[in-house]
């Protein structure tokens, strides 16, 4: 192994996907992810049943995870684990594995702050998808989280915005959940969306100063709406569901960026970078791009495959870690709510 050479397993467990990873130095060699069907029938996450899916899935997933890579374990340089925010008992298999993997192969183990990944997985190697430069504005959105961050560098991060209430991604599995969609509902709202007239419907913008969000407001606009024109026409969500998509993903969107060129007019900073599971939003992504050209901004996108959940994205950490030697011992412990 040359002297340059950085192989990083990174193991994300943080909510209901059991995640591994391998990088080589910034670039990606392996990224596997097991998703878990079961809570679709409860029709959300169940806490104790995720992390018993994590058990029966991290080996395996990690094995896979290796071979793919093409390396043994003994090459590995560090293990990269998420310590938090998330469910207590998905984060434990997670850390539990990684603890005992670096112990027993001798290697530094490197803890990752789960929102701190959504943000720095911009800095994966990847053809075709540009790095930020750093100062940046960095938007995470996703089922828990709704925030603005001021992006400094790789260890120096400000929430400048956040949620004071419900994250963006519960306004829209809630509303899916109103139209009797499957869940995970988020992306069957993308795409009737794309079906539908986004203007047909009107909901109101929650009044929040600054660059703070709400959407507990809109939640319930939105059910008021379902239910009062359901009362009059009880086929009313099957006859206009795509209209009804594009209009609730609209307002989202259109709420998004109203705090987006507020953030760009305090602060100066005119590249904006997306993360986190809405950010596969396709509404939301080509807004983002178009606003390259409408307001002169610089915008990044992460691959698909880095949006949601997954390894890769802990594993770019643990490597900024690993050159700057930010390791911890085994007396680390996960935590369900985590300093940003």
């Known amino acids: 192994m040359q002297q340059n050479e950085v192989f990083i397993l990174a193991i994300e467990s943080s909510c209901d996907d059991t995640a591994a990873a391998v990088l080589q130095n910034d670039k990606v060699l392996s990224n596997v992810v097991a998703r878990q069907s079961i809570h679709e029938e409860y029709g959300g996450v169940v806490p104790e049943l995720a992390s018993r899916a994590h058990q029966q899935n991290i080996v395996p997933v990690i094995d896979v995870a290796l071979k793919k890579a093409n390396i043994t374990k003994d090459q590995l ?33 490197i803890a990752v702050n789960h ?6 997985a911009h800095f994966i190697d990847e053809e075709g998808f540009d790095k930020p430069t750093f100062p940046f504005l960095a938007l995470t959105i996703s089922g828990g989280h709704t925030q603005i961050v001021k992006v400094n560098d790789f260890f120096n991060m400000e929430i400048i915005g956040e949620t004071t209430d419900d994250a963006v991604g519960e306004a829209f599995d809630k509303t899916a959940k109103i139209l009797g969609l499957p869940y995970p509902g988020g992306p069957l709202i993308d795409q009737f969306a ?15 100063a600054g660059l703070d969000f709400s959407f507990s407001g809109l939640k319930t606009q939105i059910l008021y709406f379902i239910q009062k024109n359901v009362a ?32 760009v007019a305090e602060t100066g900073i005119t590249q904006i970078a997306i993360g ?16 390259e050209g409408k307001y002169g901004w610089k915008t990044f996108i992460p ?14 950490v643990g490597y900024q870690k690993f050159l700057h030697d930010k390791f911890v011992d085994q007396s680390t412990v996960s935590k369900a709510r985590i300093e940003f």
């Not at 997954?310 to 594993?315: C, K, W, Y």
């Open 115 to 120: 929102m701190h990944a959504h943000i720095l």
């Open 276 to 291: 986190g599971g809405v950010s596969a939003n396709s509404g939301i992504r080509t807004t983002l791009k178009n606003a």
């Open 194 to 208: 794309k079906e539908g007239n986004p203007k047909k419907y009107s909901f109101t913008k929650p009044k929040i």
């Open 303 to 316: 691959k698909f495959e880095y949006t949601t959940d997954n390894a890769a994205m802990i594993g770019i």
């Open 232 to 263: 009059e026409n009880p086929n009313f969500i099957e006859e206009n569901k795509a209209d009804i998509c594009a209009s609730v993903q609209q307002i989202i969107i259109d709420i998004l960026m109203d705090k987006l060129r507020l953030a």
């Open 77 to 109: 340089s560090a293990i990269a684990f998420t310590q938090g925010p998330g469910l207590m008992g998905s984060l434990l298999v997670g850390s539990s594995f990684a603890k005992s993997l670096s112990m027993a192969l001798n290697i530094p183990l």
